[in-house]
């Protein structure tokens, strides 16, 4: 099994998760601590468990996403792992290290494995953090529940994040939990029959109640 705890930190209410097999060791995924009292709610956090974080995983470079990177580092000395295409935004300027990561890698930390899914669109190098035994993906802002992640940003592309969506997440177990970057969690199945942007290729489900 895979425990998470999802924190809402910094202005645009994006969620920090940490999660942990039978610990003590532990990951963080898309660090957005950036007040102090996001940190100060972190620690408390961990301490409380008593885990100890392991490496941190990004599923992409935004801002939001990115802000505690440093710190968080400069406090554990901790691998942190990124897709290389977001390390080249041209209105990114990363201030930390990165272990870059490629389409289908595994990624093992301590008692816990990753599948790494890329899934270009929302940024060039967005990718999903899937733990195949557990049922259980981080999406980023690629897929949220209900809707997709925008592709307004002068690198976005809303034709590669279907594609993306489409071809590499939406075939996957329907009973996946996911886990995005902002608002509440779903599954695959949920998303794949009733979210309005894959409507075209929406079907009933037989988890989806048929007077929607
Ligand atoms: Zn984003
Ligand atoms: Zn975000």
């Given at each position: 099994?895979?425990?998470?705890?999802?924190?809402?930190?910094?202005?645009?209410?994006?969620?920090?998760?940490?999660?942990?097999?039978?610990?003590?060791?532990?990951?963080?995924?898309?660090?957005?601590?950036?007040?102090p009292t996001d940190f100060d709610e972190l620690y408390a956090f961990l301490e409380g468990k008593g885990l100890s974080p392991a490496a941190i995983l990004l599923t992409h470079g935004h801002l939001d996403h990115t802000f505690g990177v440093k710190a968080l580092q400069e406090k554990w000395d901790i691998p942190t792992y990124m897709h290389p295409a977001d390390g080249e935004m041209p209105d990114r300027p990363f201030n930390f290290p990165f272990i870059p990561l490629e389409d289908g890698q595994m990624i093992k930390i301590a008692d816990m494995e990753f599948k790494v899914i890329t899934t270009p669109g929302h940024t060039p190098g967005s990718v999903c953090f899937l733990d195949e035994g557990n049922r259980l993906m981080f999406t980023g802002d690629t897929l949220f529940a209900g809707t997709i992640g925008r592709s307004d940003f002068a690198y976005s592309d809303y034709d590669d994040e279907i594609r993306s969506i489409m071809e590499k997440l939406i075939w996957l177990d329907p009973a996946i939990e996911i886990y995005p970057g902002h608002g509440p969690s779903s599954t695959i199945g949920n998303e794949r029959t009733t979210n309005p942007f894959l409507e075209p290729f929406n079907e009933l489900g037989e988890d989806v109640p048929l007077e929607l």
């Amino acid at each position: 099994m895979l425990n998470t705890h999802i924190f809402t930190f910094n202005l645009f209410q994006e969620h920090t998760m940490v999660a942990w097999a039978d610990g003590p060791q532990c990951i963080i995924v898309d660090p957005g601590c950036h007040h102090p009292t996001d940190f100060d709610e972190l620690y408390a956090f961990l301490e409380g468990k008593g885990l100890s974080p392991a490496a941190i995983l990004l599923t992409h470079g935004h801002l939001d996403h990115t802000f505690g990177v440093k710190a968080l580092q400069e406090k554990w000395d901790i691998p942190t792992y990124m897709h290389p295409a977001d390390g080249e935004m041209p209105d990114r300027p990363f201030n930390f290290p990165f272990i870059p990561l490629e389409d289908g890698q595994m990624i093992k930390i301590a008692d816990m494995e990753f599948k790494v899914i890329t899934t270009p669109g929302h940024t060039p190098g967005s990718v999903c953090f899937l733990d195949e035994g557990n049922r259980l993906m981080f999406t980023g802002d690629t897929l949220f529940a209900g809707t997709i992640g925008r592709s307004d940003f002068a690198y976005s592309d809303y034709d590669d994040e279907i594609r993306s969506i489409m071809e590499k997440l939406i075939w996957l177990d329907p009973a996946i939990e996911i886990y995005p970057g902002h608002g509440p969690s779903s599954t695959i199945g949920n998303e794949r029959t009733t979210n309005p942007f894959l409507e075209p290729f929406n079907e009933l489900g037989e988890d989806v109640p048929l007077e929607l």
